[in-house]
């Protein structure tokens, strides 16, 4: 079963736009990872949050997370072109991870 | 550092006929995944690997699918017969230990086409 479920299922926007990304999920979690996957690749790691953090910043890229509603945000600033991809979250259950099934974002030059 | 290495990319068989996909990880890497990935959706762990051991299999299909991971390094994944339902993108992934909290690094996938 996929846990994390994301939102919206697809964005497109002008490049130099903010984009933001939002996933729910429903079990408590000790770690909350987001993951980028451009067409026909496999998935890069972006970035992880912990249950103890509330926001986490890597370059043009930010991540919060609200325990209290089981949701966490990506937000990317400044888009360019080459963001165009798929953003996944993912929940760490055990010692797995469970994948939402994606945002699809596309970013217009 | 040399990334999760798998092949072939493409594989196009007709249903019932066997198919297997080959995964080597990042060296030093404990721990190994197989997910099938179907068109629109998130990858979907088929099997966990901790060095030559299986950690969670529970999404496995049994009585068709298996994989082995000889020596704790590279790892295969077959699938017999396969049922066109198994069209997806099968990834490989590796990462350090099986904690949730260590990122995963995917191959590039082999995506599987069923006649």
């Known amino acids: 079963s996929q846990q994390g479920e994301e939102d919206p299922q697809a964005l497109s926007i002008q490049e130099g736009e903010n984009a933001t990304m939002n996933c729910s999920y429903k079990?408590?979690?000790?770690?909350l990872q987001w993951y980028r996957q451009n067409s026909g690749r496999g998935l890069v790691h972006l970035i992880l949050?912990?249950?103890?953090?509330r926001e986490k910043h890597s370059g043009r890229l930010r991540v919060t997370l609200d325990t209290s509603k089981k949701s966490s945000s990506l937000l990317i600033t400044a888009s360019r072109a080459a963001d165009t991809a798929s953003y996944f979250c993912?929940?760490?259950?055990?010692?797995?991870?469970?994948f939402g099934a994606g945002t699809i974002l596309r970013v217009k030059s | 550092e040399a990334g999760v290495a798998q092949s072939p990319r493409y594989k196009i068989i007709e249903k019932r006929q066997s198919v297997a996909f080959w995964c080597n990880p990042i060296s030093g890497h404990a721990t190994l995944y197989w997910y099938q990935q179907i068109l629109g959706q998130g990858p979907k762990l088929l099997i966990q690997f901790q060095n030559n051991g299986v950690v969670d299999d529970s999404q496995l299909p049994k009585d068709r699918f298996s994989a082995e991971r000889l020596k704790g390094v590279d790892s295969t994944l077959k699938i017999q017969p396969a049922k066109l339902e198994d069209s997806a993108v099968y990834l490989c992934a590796s990462s350090l230990s099986s904690a949730a909290n260590q990122p995963q690094h995917f191959g590039d996938g082999t995506r599987l086409s069923i006649l």
């Open positions: 079990t408590s979690i000790n770690n």
């Open positions: 993912a929940t760490g259950d055990g010692n797995k991870l469970v």
């Open positions: 949050i912990r249950s103890n953090e």
